[in-house]
């Protein structure tokens, strides 16, 4: 069973916010984009650089090594160089408090 870990109180990850946590040993990237969290393996498929930083525009992180884009949502590469996804992770947040899981 995977664990499930808490990224922090929801009030205190303001829009925008960027933060790694570690789920089952991977780091796990987690972002606030339009009032959503959402949670995908901090790793960009095509060359294992890191995707916490990155540029978050039109629900898409941007790799700040070769510029490939991911979809927050589905993890899904769209555009080049990367063609394969980033695992996603499942959000929640109850009583106030962010988490993560694996789905």
């Given at each position: ?65 070769h ?13 080049l160089p ?9 959000t ?12």
């Amino acid at each position: 069973m995977s664990e499930r870990v808490k990224v922090g109180p929801e009030n205190e990850l303001p829009e925008g916010w960027q933060g790694e946590v570690q789920v089952d040993g991977v780091g796990v990237l987690v972002v606030r984009y339009e009032g959503q969290f959402y949670a995908l393996r901090n790793n960009c498929t095509h060359k294992d650089f890191p995707l916490l930083g990155g540029e978050v525009v039109m629900g898409r992180i941007t790799c700040e090594k070769h510029g490939a884009r991911f979809e927050l949502s589905t993890g899904k590469a769209r555009t080049l160089p990367a063609v394969k996804p980033v695992k996603v992770y499942r959000t929640e947040v109850e009583d106030g408090e962010v988490y993560v899981s694996a789905l």
